[in-house]
């Protein structure tokens, strides 16, 4: 070998290992599915199911407790409301539901990360609303704003969530009646990704409207869709003033809900799938006609949330046959509306992330994927039952979202993809290593963890024997020290400051 091709061999490696070290910024595209959903219900299913939730709709009815103005446009729209009550004749919150887009664009202020949500899309965000954090180093204990910035951060990073999310976890630190505006500020900030807004008090909904108009322009915001957010039906049957005041903010303002029944089957629903199938339904038929009443054509997704509970202790469990046929079936029900569907995540019961969380993430993942929902909540970071928002799982999750976004792609039959020059290259008893055709597509052939260990024994032993956990542990920690903040117009970060400042200073502090 000359000394130049010396010198140029390496070069070629010293560029490889540059490349391989290099601090990464890259998104994936949200999903756009190329394979089937599954589907568990019959058609005669379907119409059973559809026919059981309008009659709980027209007989038994839902209650809007302490909300007069949503009494009054029911029963303006034609429903019977007796006291909190609210009976909806047989059709009429479907025929409601059909102004509502079957799909509709996310925007970012990095305009390359807009998320599109339904059709056969799927958008992935982090976990919602834990109270406590878990780390290797710390173990558990209450979140706080900066444990809540390092997930924003995080998730910035991630190559595989399309989605900044909301409350990733719930910082004790901080006032609750100021909480949102830090949690806000850090999405707006710390990432250019989408991001949800509050809804844990209808002025604190308003003032997400208000931050974003900061942030995008007053008419933008009115014009566009630029925040999804969550509103949780109090089920059984019960949409509370709180979610609705949030609701009828948004709604109002052209900004997204997802509609979601919490169900834990046993508890808040049926034992049976069929009629918590039937519940669900309702509540969303319910919850979804709400929206349009206050503006129709607001962008709504049908939402479930969906466990069963262990009848011994009446605890929540995750990953369970029975979840997986609700989830399908709901599936089935959002798309025979022609809305967008939310539902799954990396749901686990685990108090560590343990081979438990692994096992009923995996399933949880993967049911999502197959059932088509459109937008994902909690897709990394869940643990024990949605208390606990952990460093390590949401690193662990996010690097295992690669294999959805690669199951969604299916099998492409294209001329390269068919092989058949490899085939006649390698014959009978030869080997594909060094053929052309795996030289020219060895470097996008498979999906590659960026997290997991497939090394020799002896390598893994000398380099400590190190579990997924502490891996995890390092990466993310390697995540956080690369981490560069994006741009932001200094213009936009100063008004920013100055409304988060005043609306703090405009009342006193609240930790009730």
């Known amino acids: 070998m000359t000394e130049t091709a010396r010198r140029a061999r390496g070069g070629g490696g010293a560029a490889r290992r540059a490349a391989r070290s290099a601090v990464s910024f890259e998104t994936a595209k949200y999903i756009e599915r190329?394979?089937?959903?599954?589907?568990?219900?019959?058609?005669?299913?379907?119409?059973?199911?559809?026919?059981?939730?309008?009659?709980?709709l027209e007989e038994i009815g839902v209650n809007f407790p302490d909300n007069p103005r949503a009494l009054e446009r029911w029963r303006n729209a034609g429903a019977d409301v007796q006291g909190e009550r609210v009976r909806i004749p047989k059709g009429l919150a479907r025929e409601l539901c059909k102004t509502a887009p079957s799909q509709y664009t996310q925007v970012a202020r990095n305009r390359d990360r807009d998320v599109v949500i339904g059709g056969k899309n799927l958008v992935l965000a982090p976990v919602y609303g834990p109270p406590f954090v878990r780390d290797v180093a710390g173990g558990r204990r209450y979140a706080t704003m900066e444990d809540f910035r390092k997930f924003v951060k995080l998730g910035y990073m991630s190559k595989w969530l399309h989605h900044s999310g909301g409350t990733v976890c719930e910082p004790t630190d901080v006032a609750v009646n100021k909480r949102h505006l830090d949690m806000l500020y850090a999405h707006m900030t710390l990432s250019d990704k989408p991001f949800m807004g509050s809804v844990t008090e209808p002025s604190?909904?308003?003032?997400?409207?208000?931050?974003?108009?900061?942030?995008?322009?007053?008419?933008?915001?009115?014009?566009?869709?630029?925040?999804?957010?969550l509103i949780n039906i109090n089920s059984p049957m019960t949409f509370d003033d709180v979610m609705m005041g949030a609701l009828e903010v948004y709604a109002q303002n052209n900004q997204a809900c997802i509609i979601s029944p919490f169900i834990v089957g046993g508890a808040m629903a049926p034992v049976s799938v069929a009629g918590t199938l039937t519940q669900v339904l309702a509540e969303v038929l319910a919850g979804i006609a709400y929206s349009q009443l206050i503006r129709a054509g607001a962008p709504v997704i049908m939402g479930a949330f969906v466990t069963s509970i262990d009848m011994n202790s009446g605890a929540p469990t995750f990953g369970t046959p029975e979840a997986a046929h609700i989830t399908y079936g709901v599936g089935q029900l959002a798309r025979r509306l022609n809305l967008p569907y939310r539902s799954a995540g990396s749901f686990c019961g685990s108090k560590l992330p343990d081979a438990q969380a692994a096992y009923e993430t995996s399933n949880s993942l993967n049911m999502g994927l197959l059932s088509g929902v459109n937008f994902m909540l909690h897709a990394c970071?869940?643990?024990?039952?949605?208390?606990?928002?952990?460093?390590?799982?949401?690193?662990?999750?996010?690097?295992?979202?690669g294999t959805l976004h690669h199951l969604a792609q299916g099998v492409s039959m294209d001329v390269n993809a068919q092989a058949m020059d490899a085939i006649r290259e390698v014959g009978p008893g030869g080997h594909y290593l060094g053929c052309a055709h795996t030289q020219e597509n060895f470097k996008t052939a498979f999906w590659k963890?960026?997290?997991?260990?497939?090394?020799?024994?002896?390598?893994?032993?000398?380099?400590?024997?190190?579990?997924?956990?502490?891996?995890?542990?390092?990466?993310?920690?390697?995540?956080?020290?690369?981490?560069?903040?994006?741009?932001?117009d200094p213009a936009i970060r100063e008004a920013l400051d100055a409304f988060v400042a005043g609306r703090k200073a405009a009342e006193p502090d609240s930790f009730m």
């Not at 322009?217 to 957010?229: A, P, Y």
């Not at 260990?453 to 020290?481: C, H, I, S």
Request: a negative charge; one cysteine or more.
């Open 34 to 56: 190329n394979i089937p959903n599954f589907e568990v219900l019959t058609q005669e299913a379907l119409e059973i199911i559809e026919a059981n939730a309008e009659i709980v």
């Open 204 to 229: 604190r909904a308003q003032d997400s409207v208000d931050m974003c108009e900061v942030l995008f322009g007053k008419d933008f915001v009115q014009e566009n869709t630029v925040m999804t957010s």
């Open 381 to 401: 970071g869940w643990l024990e039952g949605g208390l606990v928002s952990s460093f390590e799982k949401f690193v662990m999750d996010a690097d295992q979202l």
């Open 449 to 488: 963890s960026d997290l997991l260990d497939y090394k020799p024994y002896e390598t893994w032993e000398d380099e400590g024997a190190r579990d997924t956990q502490t891996l995890a542990a390092l990466r993310v920690e390697k995540m956080l020290n690369d981490y560069q903040q994006p741009a932001l």
